[in-house]
């Protein structure tokens, strides 16, 4: 079964920022998931916009075991 990795964009990007990443994951191995952070992408309007907050969205849309991966904001995040 495929190991879920989930992975966290930076401030002001969005979930395409790891398009040339997911482009090289192996599918046998990984699944990737990146979602959009609140206040960005898709999620532009949730509110509240606070690390509390994302993280639950997070824990949300992960499965119950998964590999984290963060750039900058994304990071901080994970």
């Known amino acids: 079964m495929p190991t879920t990795v989930v992975l966290l ?8 920022a790891w398009d040339p990443v997911v482009e090289r994951l192996d ?15 898709d999620a532009r309007d949730a509110r509240p916009v606070t690390f509390k907050a994302c993280v639950a969205d997070v824990l949300a849309a992960a499965p119950e075991r998964f590999v984290l991966c963060g750039y900058s904001m994304g ?4």
């Open 9 to 16: 964009h930076g401030f002001a990007g969005t979930r395409r």
């Open 75 to 78: 990071g901080r995040i994970a």
């Open 27 to 41: 599918p046998e191995r990984y699944t990737p998931l990146a979602p959009d952070l609140r206040g960005h992408g």
